[in-house]
């Protein structure tokens, strides 16, 4: 009896050594790159025209070596859906991946947060804070920048779109 638990532990000691192999990074590091390392930027609403819907755009990276998945959005600023964008046709979605070593970007004409029932209408220059939930990675809350209603991000959040506006 005593014989199986110590293979288990030789098991799982070459399993995390293995794990550990490849990576540049070294010490704690390595292990954490076999997981979703998430971060946030070129996050903004556009001012919205509508009382009760807006639009929110932002950037999620995934600078590790396990994809996760945005699985809800919630804001004190109103209902929050996922949407995404196929083939010209703008769908609400359940989950959407941000791939190991990748990115998911939501862009004007593409996947965006859609805001549903907004309890005031945020005015430019104010911010509308959101909490986004994965799958596997801890929740992240992120300041969303109201800007302009014509406002469009020089990093190319709307260039990669065939066109500009809505």
Do not use: W
């Not at 809800?72 to 609400?92: I, P, R």
């Amino acid at each position: 009896m005593t014989r199986r638990p110590a293979l288990a532990v030789l098991a799982a000691i070459g399993a995390l050594a293995a794990a550990g192999c490849g990576g540049s990074d070294s010490g704690a590091g390595s292990a954490s790159s076999s997981a979703a390392e998430l971060s946030v930027e070129a996050a903004y609403m556009p001012q919205p025209v509508s009382d009760s819907m807006a639009a929110g755009f932002l950037t999620i990276s995934n600078e590790g070596g396990k994809a996760d998945e945005l699985t809800s959005v919630t804001s004190e600023a109103g209902e929050v859906t996922l949407h995404e964008t196929v083939d010209g046709t703008m769908k609400e979605a359940d989950r959407l991946e941000v791939p190991a070593h990748g990115q998911l970007v939501f862009r004007s004409g593409g996947n965006h947060l859609m805001f549903e029932k907004l309890r005031q209408q945020p005015e430019q220059g104010q911010s509308v804070a959101v909490e986004l939930h994965f799958a596997h990675s801890d929740p992240v809350t992120v300041e969303l920048p109201v800007k302009a209603a014509t406002y469009r991000p020089a990093d190319g959040h709307s260039a990669h779109s065939e066109h500009t506006g809505h």
